[in-house]
Every structure is written in structure tokens, then in C-alpha cells.
Nanobody
Framework: QVQLVESGGGLVQAGGSLRLSCATS????????MRWFRQAPGLQRELVAA???????NYADSVKGRFTISRDNAKNTVHLQMNSLVPEDTAVYYC??????????????WGQGTQVTVSS
């Protein structure tokens, strides 16, 4: 059973930084794209950042220049460094990844989410 577990969320003042991490576990044959999503109250879940297995990244316009996604392929982990946080970044952040487990078929898995709250 593949699991994704996020950590690193919390309460931070505007202008501060947080680093989110997502650890994977289970029987994993390979991981393609890994992503961070977020969902604020009353809003749809949105893609924040993504990184391919080769290291290509893309970001939502709202976080470009402030957030950095990275991954450790040896440890099957993904991180999100968030700098210059603003109250609008307040949301539950979810890790997401395309993972091949017991077969060569890739499925998308989600973590349970971690709360990020930015105070003004």
C-alpha cells in the first residue's frame, strides 16, 4: 500500500518561510511527476507546483519566485520551500504523485494534507 505523508505545515507570520516535505512509503517501483496542491476554505483545490522525475518544474503564477519545489529521487521525497509567505497562501497543502507500485501502471496518490496558516 503506497502512502504519502506531508509534514512541515504550521503557523507563520507574513513574510516568513516554511518548508513542506512529503515522504512516500510502500512498494514503489517508480515515481513520475510529483506535485503540491493547495485548497483554501471555500475554494477549489489548485496546483501549486510540479516536478518531473527529470527535474523539470512548473509553478502557479501566484507562487513563482517565492516557492521552490525539489525532490530526492533516492529517498522518494518531495519538498516545497515557501518564502515570502502572504495570508493568501493560507490553505491545506497536499502532496500528489504518479507512482508505479506492484505493476508498471502508474496511479496518482494523494497525501492527507498539512495546514499552512499565514497571519498578517
Amino acid at each position: 500500500q503506497v502512502q504519502l505523508v506531508e509534514s512541515g505545515g504550521g503557523l507563520v507570520q507574513a513574510g516568513g518561510s516554511l518548508r513542506l516535505s512529503c515522504a512516500t512509503s510502500g512498494s514503489i517501483l517508480g515515481i513520475n511527476t510529483m506535485r503540491w496542491f493547495r485548497q483554501a476554505p471555500g475554494l477549489q483545490r489548485e496546483l501549486v507546483a510540479a516536478i518531473t522525475s527529470g527535474g523539470t518544474t512548473n509553478y502557479a503564477d501566484s507562487v513563482k519566485g517565492r516557492f521552490t519545489i525539489s525532490r530526492d529521487n533516492a529517498k522518494n521525497t518531495v519538498h516545497l520551500q515557501m518564502n515570502s509567505l502572504v495570508p493568501e497562501d493560507t490553505a491545506v497543502y497536499y502532496c500528489n504523485a504518479d507512482i508505479a507500485s506492484r505493476s508498471r501502471t502508474y496511479y496518482t496518490y494523494w497525501g492527507q494534507g498539512t495546514q499552512v496558516t499565514v497571519s498578517s
